[in-house]
Structure formats: C-alpha cells, structure tokens
C-alpha cells in the first residue's frame, strides 16, 4: 500500500500532453530515489487551478504547490516526500474556495435515502425546533441570521414568517415555490434533486413557525427527476413519523402535497402561483393584500424559495450567528450560481456573499472557453441586467448587484464574451419575457411587445436614431404600471445594455454595424481574392450552395443564396473571406 | 417501519454517521443523467456484483462540476478518496480494476476541486 499520494497537474498548458512529460519526468525521479512502492503519483485532469504552472498536491499531508519548475521536483521528493515537511517558497495560498452551505449534502448522500441524510444531521434541526424552540424563538433566530429571500427579490424571511405568524387565522399555509424558470439557472433542480430532503425539513420548520398545518411543493413540471424525488422524500417523511400527525411525537401536525406546474414562468410569481395552486389561470394579482394577510384560498401563505428553505436547517443547527458571519453587512450567508455560458467550468457554484465576480469567473469557473476577453456577466436571468467587465470586482450582495442595475435574482449567471453582441442579448432576454407575459395588465403585454420590434428593428440594420429615446420611454412605463414583478422588470436587460453599451445600439443605428458579428442581418461575406487559394474548402462547406466558380476563374459568393451561417468565414485556412 | 420519536432520530443519526465502508457513488442528478451515468451506473452495479467487489454502488446529486459529469466518487480503504470525472463505461471498468482492485489511482480522470 502506498504511503503517499502525488497529484499532479500542468495547468499552465491546456494540452493532456505537457502533464505527461512532467508526469515522467516526476515518475523516473522516484524510482531513481527507489520510492515507487511508497509513492503513488497521479495525472490529474483539473486540480481547481488555474494558470499557475505545474500544480503539486500531495497527500495525505494536504500540501499545496503551484508555479513548480522541474528543477524543484528533487527539493519536494527530499522535503515533502521524505520528510513530510513543506517548502515555503513554493506553496501556494488556496484561491477563493466555494463555501457550501444549501449544496452541504449535494453529492454527498443518496438523496433516495432518508437515513442518509438523518446520518448527515437531517432532521435533527426540526427536532430541535419542535423540542427547544417556540416559534418566536424560530423568527428571533432567522433575524440573527439575517438570510434573506434567495427567490431574487432578498426579502428578509424573518419578517415574511413573523408577519404571516401574526395574522390569527384557523388555517395557515406554507409553500414552497419550485418553479424555477430563469434560462440558464437550475440551482434549485439539483438542490431538490440532490438533497430533497433539507428542503422538506426547511418547510416544516417554517410550517411550525407560522402556525400552517397544510404545505405544498410548487414544482414545474419539466423538472420530472425533482419531482420524483421529492415526491419520495415526502413518503419517506410520512413513513418515519416526520410528516403527518404528531410528528416526532409531539403535538404538531403537517401535510405536505405537491402541485406541478405546467409551464408558465409567471407562475414562479407569488400570487400567480397561489392561483395557480387554486386551480385557476396563473396571473397574478395587485398587491396589498400580501400573502402573508390572504394568500391561498385568502389565507395567511408564507411562501419561499427552495434555496432559502434548504439554508434553514443549517441555521438553526450551526446557529445563527454562525450564519451571519460569513457574507457582507446586509447580505447573509452564500448564494448558489448555476455558472453557464462562455465560461470553462461551467456548473453550480456557491460562495459566500462578498466574493468578487472575477473571482467567481475566473478562479472557479477557470475564465472562458475561447480564452477571449470577458466582455460582461448577466446575472438574474431576464429581471436583470448585464455587469461589464470593468466592474467584475465588485462584491456580490443585493445592493451592489442592485446599484450596478442588474440583480442578483435566483442565481443565474452568464459570461459572455466579445462574440456577444449586447443588442442580441437585450433582444433575447424580452423575448423570452414577450413569450411569457401572462397579457393580465396592459404595460408589460403591449410594451414589451413593441420594445421587442425595436430592438428587432435596430437588429436587423432598419434601426432608427430616435429608437433609444423610444427604448428609454417604453421601459419605464412599464416599469411604473406593470402588475407584477414580470412585467416590471421585463426592461431592465434592454436598460442595463444600454447603460454600459449605448455605443453597441448606436453601431447597429448609425453603421449598420455589428461588433460580435451576431445579428446577421447586417452582415455580408465576401471573398478577397488576392488573399484566396482557391483550395475549394469554403465551397464544399457551405450549406446552401452559394458559393460558385472554378479553380481557374475563381470563386464568388452569391448574396441571394448566402445565409450568412459564418460557415465559409470560419472554416477558411487563409483568412480569404472578409466578413463586415 | 416506525414512527421516530426524538430518541430514536438521535439514535439513527449515530448508528448512521458511524456506518463506513466502500462506497461508489455515480452523481445522477439531471446533469450526470443527460451526460451518460445511467449507464455507466449500470455497468458499474453490474460489474461489482457479478465479481462480488467488496463495494457498494449508489446513486447521489449533482457536486455542482457539470462540466465534467458522469462524476464518480470513490472512497476505498486505503486509498485517498477522489472523485473521478468524464467517466465512461469502459472508464468505470478501469476505476473498479485499478482503484477497488488493486488500490491504485486511475490517471488522466481525477477532478480536485477546492471547497472548505
């Protein structure tokens, strides 16, 4: 059995290949000090690392080296190796680590198993609620905390549970709101999928603290894995006496049912999913009366997000001013990322509130794929905004993100880079809420829809120069006079492209120009024929035929075939087609 | 089974927390799942009960690398624990012959990713 363990990774290279020769060059070093029965050394396909050279780990000492040059392989088998000691000089400070507080059991346990996660602690936080705590003493400690609504609008779920607490009331709910619908998040999918069971145990926690009887789960139905194993999880609760009457024997009583929703992203909005639950169309309503006062069938509803649920009962085991010390002064704990787009590592990240953007882009998701710059981040799905580059320091809580005029909203994140065309994104982002717009009230049917034509029209090189002024106008109607949270900041991706990239929309107006070379309406290919080989490659890929000609008189692109797919431009060895 | 009460729930959770052994897990959440871990679930389960592997197999959530999924982690005595990424079904062949097996860490698949 071997004593040591030597992980081993060149991450300043992208190529497998130059971990190999390192790799070898280690491995002959040890056998030539006779250690090969004693020391086991490993290529490794990521480290967590990014561009630091050479990355040594060794175990079981938990040794951490970076920017290692070869020459420094015999000091580390004399020092570490043999002696277990550390080389100062060489070790290297861990980055910006994650912090997992809501994913604390994700990966970790069979999520189709309650003893797995009673094994973990589970449960343990609602028996102490049940046997240590009044409700009061629930609501005190979530105001410690200070954990806040991580649906996206950052209420703080203390005073949610304390107001929906004092109404008096025969009958109260709770509901979990699981229809996560933002394109590009899923933090809420894998949580249900991975660690049901926190969020059922946070929803009871939260039912004995109002004073609801009856909860329900609100779960989109294209979610069909998270469905079944909450669905699972809740039988299991049922069966081990954590659900239903008397739980844990004590005198408290509560049912969980579950409602799927059936596509409609409005329905992630509180009163709509509240009708939707009624049975009836899914749009919301004017607010005040919150449902904290008349929420499901006009009874006093306190409804959260299942991150917000899943941190609850860690707070109430690890405590509350364990909670409050990590984040920033108005913003608690950690927040999940589902980090997508043109980053390497693209996956589900959480960190503790206070880390930097960058720090989140770059030294855990390894920056992007192409290597290009970052042009800006968009985080908060289609209610928020875009962050440019030159503000990836600033730390992430609600207000910053506020100020910056995006959001942090329920956790989606998206990198994008110069092949993003600001324009394209705005255009996407009210297309998708055009899309979803339940047509309720007036502002956010109409004036998205002609937003939309905007920003269609400016795409398409017919943009006018009053066009922005118009944009301007529109959106801030709509979010004076929408209803709901949809409609009111349906504008705001279209608003923050325009705060930071003003001159991207002017390009499109005024020169019909598109940076990213995205909106291909105001593109056109051509082939330099000083610069062609007549090598024919453009030719025989291009879809739709449109390229034409002969390797003697050479080859010409016919614009009424071309549809400007990009394909000639990138496959074309002798950069011989211009694209402008 | 029976209703827990507060005792009986402290007791599980001891029982439980001390119980150790070999273990696979094959992340198969909807990410693991659209990436091919059924599969290499399957052949994973298959395998060590067809050559009776002294290991168990199960199923667990997403880590949160999407990027590298099918991930598998696995924890044998006497062997550092690791997660292993981008498994395939002749990859997962290989962890059960080199790492259950023969106690040796298979290269080229490790995924290290830094979390307190």
Known sequence: MYTKTVFLKDTGADTEERTRQVYSVFIDLIRNHNLQDQVQVVRVADIGIYNQGIVIEILPDNVLYANVKEEDFSRIIDTTIKESKVIEDLLYKKPSKQLRIVLRNCGRINPESIEDYIAKGGYLALKKVLLEMTPDAVIEEMKKSGLRGRGGAGYPTWLKWKFTRQVTAEQKYVICNADEGDPGAYMDRSVLEGDPHSVVEGLIIAAYTIGASRGYFYIRAEYPLAVERIRLAISQAYEYGLLGKSILGTDFDFDI?????????????????????????????????????????????AINNVETLANVPYIILEGADNFAKIGTATSKGTKVFALTGK???????????????????????GGTISGKPIKAVQTG???????????????????????????????????MDEDDCMVDIARFYLGFCVDESCGKCAPCRIGGFQMLKVLERIASGKGKSADISLLKRIAFAMQ????????????????????????????????????????VELLNYTIIQEKCKRCTVCVNQCPVKAIAGSRETGFSINVDTCIKCGRCFEVCKFKAIARK | MEKLTPQKLEQLHKQKKQQQGNLIRVGMSSCGIAAGAQQVYSVLKEEVSKRGLPVSVEKC?????????????????????????????????????????SKMLVNDYIFTFQVE
């Open chain 1, 257 to 301: 049912e579950i409602r799927l929703g059936a596509g409609a992203f409005v329905c992630g909005e509180e009163t709509a999913l509240i009708a939707s639950i009624e049975g009836k169309r899914g749009t919301p309503r004017p607010r005040p009366p919150y449902p904290s006062v008349k929420g499901l069938w006009d009874k006093p509803t």
């Open chain 1, 343 to 365: 980053v390497k590592n693209s996956g589900l990240v959480e960190v503790p509130m206070g880390i930097t953007l960058r720090e989140i882009v770059y030294d855990i998701g």
């Open chain 1, 381 to 415: 799905g289609p209610s928020g905004g875009v962050v440019p580059e030159e503000y990836l320091d600033t730390p992430v809580d609600y207000e910053n993100l506020q100020k910056l005029g995006s959001i942090m909203g329920s956790g989606g994140m998206i990198v």
């Open chain 1, 480 to 519: 004076k006079a929408s209803l709901c949270g949809l409609g009111q900041t349906a504008a705001n991706p279209v608003l923050s492209t325009l705060r930071y990239f003003e001159n991207e929309y002017k390009e499109h107006i005024d020169e019909r120009y598109c940076r990213a070379a995205k909106c």
């Open chain 2, 61 to 101: 959530g997403c880590l949160g690398m999407c990027y590298a999924e099918p991930l598998v982690e696995v924890q044998v005595e006497g062997v550092p624990t690791v997660i292993y990424g981008k498994v395939n079904p002749e990859v997962a062949l290989k962890i059960l012959e080199k790492h259950v097996v």
